[in-house]
C-alpha cells in the first residue's frame, strides 16, 4: 500500500513539475509577433503637431526564433534609418523583450507584453532586472493589414500621449 502511495506522490510531483515548465514559456510566444512580418508605413502627427513620415521592415531572423525591424525615417525629402530592433522570447526573464537600437547610439529595453489577441502592451513593465522605461506604447491590430500606435511619455508623475497613429501594411 506504501509503495503505491509513493507511486501516487511521484506521479503527482511530475505531473506538476511538467506544469510548472509549461507555464514558463507560452506554447507560441513570438506567435503575437508574426502579424509584424513585412514592411509596414505610417503617415502621422506628433502631439506638437510635427508629421511623421515612416516605413518599418520587419522580418523573421534565426529560424524564427526572433524578429528583427528596421524603422526608417522621412526628413524631408530623405529617408534615414532611425532604428533597428530584435525582439524574442527571453527564456531567463520568461517574456517577450526587444532591444532597440537608436540612430543616435542610445539603446532601450522593453518588455512585450500580449494583452489579447490583437493588443500588445510595450514598456509598461520592466525587464525582469532591468529599469523602469519612460516610455510605452500600445499596439491593436485593426486587422492583417493595419495596426493603432499610441505612444505615451512619463512626465513628472503622469503620463501624456504624443502620438496615435495608425500604421498600415505596405501591398
Request: hydrophobic content about 40%; some cysteine.
Amino acid at each position: 500500500m506504501r509503495s503505491a502511495y509513493r507511486m501516487l506522490l511521484s506521479l503527482l510531483m511530475l505531473l506538476a513539475a511538467g506544469r510548472l515548465a509549461a507555464e514558463d514559456k507560452p506554447a507560441d510566444p513570438l506567435e503575437a509577433l508574426a502579424r509584424f512580418a513585412g514592411e509596414w508605413t505610417v503617415d502621422g502627427k506628433w502631439s506638437d503637431g510635427k508629421s511623421l513620415q515612416a516605413r518599418s521592415v520587419c522580418e523573421w531572423g534565426l529560424g524564427k526564433k526572433i524578429m528583427k525591424a528596421k524603422t526608417f525615417v522621412m526628413d524631408g525629402d530623405r529617408e534615414y534609418q532611425r532604428y533597428e530592433a530584435v525582439m524574442a522570447w527571453h527564456p531567463e526573464k520568461k517574456c517577450l523583450y526587444e532591444i532597440s537600437f537608436a540612430f543616435d547610439g542610445s539603446i532601450s529595453e522593453y518588455r512585450l507584453d500580449p494583452k489579447d489577441r490583437d493588443t500588445l502592451h510595450v514598456g509598461f513593465e520592466p525587464v525582469p532586472g532591468g529599469k523602469t522605461p519612460n516610455v510605452r506604447q500600445i499596439i491593436t491590430f485593426l486587422d492583417n493589414d493595419s495596426y493603432r500606435w499610441v505612444i505615451l511619455v512619463k512626465q513628472g508623475e503622469e503620463w501624456k500621449q504624443i502620438m496615435d497613429a495608425t500604421w498600415k501594411r505596405k501591398q
